[in-house]
Every structure is written in structure tokens, then in C-alpha cells.
């Protein structure tokens, strides 16, 4: 929303001020339009950020909102949109026909950038759901206090006892219906040539424990974002969702067993859909 009334102010405010200057040369008028539009818009960007800054220090951290939904998510995920629009980023959303529209579910996927759980937060906002994520980006100036309020919990990948409570929390939060949950079972970011690493099947204990289902996606290109985010160059992510695993299968395997099968299944996938290049927009 915010990106699109910025834009229209720029335009109109852009227009305006070219309007004023009583430009002759058509295509000098032309520059000067553009030029100022993104200048406006810019400024505004600026002002944006500044006020997602200072809201952001009413959050309280020790006292969380009791609902993911609020100022605060409204606030985090149209900043973030606007922010990832003005870079070019391009969601595209596949096999949504699979996600469950109100049964609890735990969504595993690969990960292959830090922006990966922002993604998911946005595009699959109307589902409900929140992230478990290294608490290192909890503690993301100003960013890391939405990401708390929104529902999302800390992953300590260091400590045992503060994962298990973590994974706990989660399952807790899924049968209270307070938010659905999304995890990485490959517990790092992906920077190999590999579909996937290893899966870490601790990660299915929370649908055992939550006697929901497992959703089974994948993301792709999110990691071009850092090498292409200043070059003006669309950058295109993919967000497939490729199936379920149902409760009662869930309930009747061991978390070893679950974490073989959606390995199986994601990577057969990111096998014979590799990362698209930067330049195509349809799905690889």
C-alpha cells in the first residue's frame, strides 16, 4: 500500500513542480519528471523507514502482544513490501491450492537467504503464519522487534535446552491456534551447489507435538537478492508449495521418518526445478 501511495505522489508532485518550471524541451521536461518523481518517492522511502524506526521502539520485547495480528504486523509487513518493491522483487507464489486454509500445520522449507522467512511472512500472511528463526536476527536493530511481536520465536542453533523450549513454544502456539509456524530443517542457509543440506529431523517435533500437518515448500533465487538488489534488475523468487504430509501420518511416524520423506520430496523438486536465472519471471 504504502509503495504504491508514495509512487502516486511522486508522480503528481513530479509533475507539478515540471509543470511550474515552464520546461520548453520536451525531453529535457521528460528528465526532470523522472528525476524528481524519484526523488520525491525516495524521500518519502526515507521518511518511511524513520517512522517504522521509532514505532518500533514502543514494542516491548518482555511483553508481546497476545495476537499476531495488529498495528505492529501491519506496520513491519508494508515497510518491508515497499522495501522489497523499490529493489524490483518479484514473489511469485505457486501450488497454493495446498495450503490449508484453517487446520494448523507446521511449513518446512529449504533456506537460502536471510530473507527467506520476510518472504514467507508477506506472501503467506493471510494463512497465518510465523517463523522460527536464529535468534541472531531477533536481535536485528528495530527489524528484530517485529519480527518478535509478529508471533516469530528465537532458534538458539548453540543451545540445546533454549531449541527444545523454542520447539515447544511453537507446538503450543499451533494447537492454541495462536499462529501457524514455519522452520528451516537444515538449520543454515544453503550456500553449497546442493538442492539441500542435511535435515535436522528435531525440526518435526513440532508437528508431533502440535498433531498438525506438515506443509512442504521451497524457495528459490532469494539468495540473488544481495548480489542484485542495487542493479535495477528485476530479481525474481519462486515460492512453491509442494504438498502435505496429514496428521495421521504425522502421529504414525517417528520424526527421522518425517524428515526423510519431506527431504525426499523437496529435493526431487529443487533437483528438476533449479533457481531460474535472474532474467526469467516464469516459474523454472
Known amino acids: 500500500m504504502f509503495f504504491y ?8 508532485g513530479s509533475g507539478w513542480i515540471v509543470y511550474r518550471s515552464d520546461v520548453q524541451n520536451f525531453f529535457a521536461g ?33 511483553n508481546l502482544p497476545k495476537s499476531i495480528h495488529g498495528f505492529y504486523r501491519f506496520m ?46 508477506i506472501y503467506l500472511k493471510k494463512y497465518d503464519i510465523a517463523f522460527i528463526s536464529k ?20 532458534l538458539d542453533r548453540e543451545n540445546p535446552k533454549s531449541a527444545i523450549k523454542s520447539i515447544k513454544k511453537a507446538a503450543e502456539n499451533i494447537k ?14 544453503n550456500k553449497s551447489h546442493d538442492p539441500l543440506l542435511p535435515f535436522r529431523s528435531g525440526a518435526f ?19 540473488h537478492i544481495f548480489r542484485r538488489a542495487f542493479t535495477f534488475r528485476p530479481i525474481h523468487i519462486h515460492l512453491d508449495i509442494l504438498g502435505t504430509i496429514p496428521p495421521e501420518i504425522v502421529k504414525a511416524e517417528k520424526t527421522g521418518e518425517l524428515s526423510e520423506r519431506a527431504f525426499r520430496v523437496m529435493e526431487e523438486f529443487l533437483t528438476e526445478h533449479p533457481a531460474d536465472d535472474w532474467k526469467l519471471g516464469r516459474r523454472g
Open 76 to 121: 513491519g509487513f508494508e515497510t518491508t513490501l515497499m522495501f522489497m518493491k523499490t529493489l524490483h522483487i518479484r514473489v511469485h507464489l505457486h501450488g497454493l491450492e495446498h495450503m490449508p486454509e484453517s487446520e494448523p500445520y507446521l511449513l518446512v522449507s529449504n533456506h537460502r537467504s536471510i530473507f527467506d522467512p520476510l518472504v514467507g511472512l
Open 5 to 12: 501511495i508514495y509512487l502516486g505522489i511522486g508522480l503528481l
Open 205 to 223: 517435533k513440532i508437528a508431533k507435538d502440535a498433531g498438525c500437518q506438515i506443509v512442504m515448500s521451497a524457495i528459490r533465487n532469494s539468495d
Open 176 to 189: 492454541s491456534g495462536y499462529a501457524n509456524y514455519g522452520i528451516y530443517p537444515e538449520g543454515w542457509e
Open 135 to 154: 535468534q541472531e536476527n531477533l536481535k536485528i536493530p528495530f527489524v528484530g522487534r517485529y519480527i518478535a511481536a509478529v508471533g516469530c520465536l528465537p
Open 30 to 62: 521528460a528528465g526532470l519528471f523522472l528525476l524528481y518523481a524519484l526523488l520525491i518517492y525516495l524521500a518519502l522511502f526515507v521518511l518511511q523507514v524513520l517512522v517504522f524506526a521509532v514505532v518500533s521502539l514502543t514494542i516491548n520485547v518482555n
